[in-house]
């Protein structure tokens, strides 16, 4: 079955610093997301992403977060300068098309363990 | 608001059944998901609802009544592997996509020899 790939899976950063937390999502998919979950809580949309634009985010996603499609595969979330309140698990998901049998499924990615000191 | 509860933790024994509940409120609901999740793990689908009614998939069925905002997920047969976080998670018609899911905190689900 195809998978959401995600790299690193763990990414340990001082406060401050810039991260990139990259994502290949599966191949025809269309729809691009971010979830983020901090230890012990609950897993919260942060943003959405549909032909090459943001399409919703939370009031989680603020100036410090922006996220690119750089080519035809990658998926990407940036964080320009690290809190220690952003150490969570980052997961990137992806779907089809509304038209796709399958469209019920959003498909998760295993996720990048941000650690910031 | 929005709000979405679930049971926080749930044990049961290898071979028996168990019913995960799940109640919500919310606007423009779209849709319910439920996912297994792992420790350490990423979420993965197990069901989604949209219309009344119960959904069998094998050994897990999920159930939906929208006018009373309740789902529950029933696992049959436990076997030791279903130990794990079972996570209640609505979509909302508000969006362009139902993927911006809300999820709940999740059901711990300990199965005992």
């Known amino acids: 079955e195809p998978e959401v790939t995600q790299t690193p899976s763990h990414q340990v950063t001082q406060m401050g610093q810039e991260v990139i937390l990259r994502c290949v999502p599966i191949?025809?998919?269309?729809?691009f997301y971010w979830y983020r979950q901090i230890l012990g809580q609950k897993v919260e949309f942060l943003v959405s992403?549909?032909?090459?634009?943001?399409?919703?985010k939370s009031e989680i996603f603020d100036d410090q977060f922006s996220v690119e499609r750089p080519d035809g595969s990658n998926f990407t979330l940036k964080i320009r300068s690290t809190k220690l309140e952003d150490s969570a698990m980052y997961f990137c998901?992806?779907?089809?098309?509304?038209?796709?049998?399958?469209?019920?499924?959003?498909?998760f990615g295993s996720g990048t363990q941000l650690s910031v000191l | 608001g929005q709000n979405i509860d679930q049971p926080t933790e749930m044990t049961a024994t290898e071979g028996a059944i168990v019913q995960i509940n799940c109640t919500y409120q919310?606007?423009?609901?779209?849709?319910l998901f439920w996912y297994q999740q792992h420790a350490g793990e990423a979420p993965t689908f197990l069901s989604y609802?949209?219309?009344?009614g119960l959904e069998e998939k094998g050994r897990f069925s999920s159930f939906l009544s929208r006018s009373k905002g309740y789902s529950y997920l029933l696992l049959k047969e436990l076997q030791m592997k279903d130990s794990a976080s079972y996570l209640c998670?609505?979509?909302?018609?508000?969006?362009?996509?139902?993927?911006?899911?809300?999820f709940g905190a999740g059901t711990q689900v300990v199965v005992t020899p």
């Open positions: 998901a992806s779907a089809p098309g509304q038209g796709s049998t399958t469209n019920e499924k959003l498909f």
């Open positions: 191949s025809n998919h269309l729809y």
């Open positions: 992403f549909y032909n090459n634009e943001i399409s919703e």
């Open positions: 919310t606007s423009g609901f779209n849709g």
């Open positions: 609802n949209v219309l009344d």
């Open positions: 998670a609505v979509s909302h018609m508000t969006t362009d996509s139902w993927g911006k899911l809300q």
